[in-house]
């Protein structure tokens, strides 16, 4: 794979819980989505029992990606913007420059964390990253993501195949928001989204990565 990979974060063992292997977090880049995703099911279909976890932190150019519930009339009639039918769960959205994707290739029986309480920690890494700059932001019931005063600010989707998790989030940070105009953000029509930098967060995609991926991972280590 290409990348850099970051310092490597331990994960300590707690009592009498089995130590993991130290989980990579690495900053990607722009990467074509097709290339990504190529990538993330070749590292689950190829990962052991002592395969390291991985957290990936990149930013694609303009796609939209429709989930296996997605229904094409959520999307625009005419695009120029290619559009990737995929293997995650939910609706469509956009992924576009300036927006920060994290994927999360866990081992979720090794971990012993369930897909619901994945995606609570998810979601829960982006509400304690945007109160930390002042932001309040939370759930919305049957909708999973993060949303601030009813505009979603983070979608999430994500495959499991053989206990590996991959896809993950992704926050709107410093990015053209019209291409969700668009389409039915998540499938939900007229739903309104926003970013942080509309929100007075003078962070990069970048520097808001490795804050991110440290809170998400201190969150799965309290799952434990």
Known sequence: MSGTAAPVRPVPAAGARAALPATRVRERGSLDFAAAWAEMRAFTAGRGPETADEIW????????TLGLAGRPEHLPAHTTIPVARIDRGGQVTYHGPG???MYTLIDLVRRGIGIRRLVDRLEES???LLAAHDVTAARRPGAPGVYVDGAKIAALGLRVRRAGCYHGLALNVDMDLAPFA????????GLAVTQTAALGIRADRAGLGVVLAGIFLDLLEEAR
Do not use: K, N, S, T
């Open 57 to 64: 932190l990149l930013e694609h150019p303009p796609v939209y």
């Open 99 to 101: 927006q920060l994707v």
């Open 126 to 128: 982006v509400i304690r």
């Open 182 to 189: 668009a389409i039915d953000p998540c499938g939900m029509p």
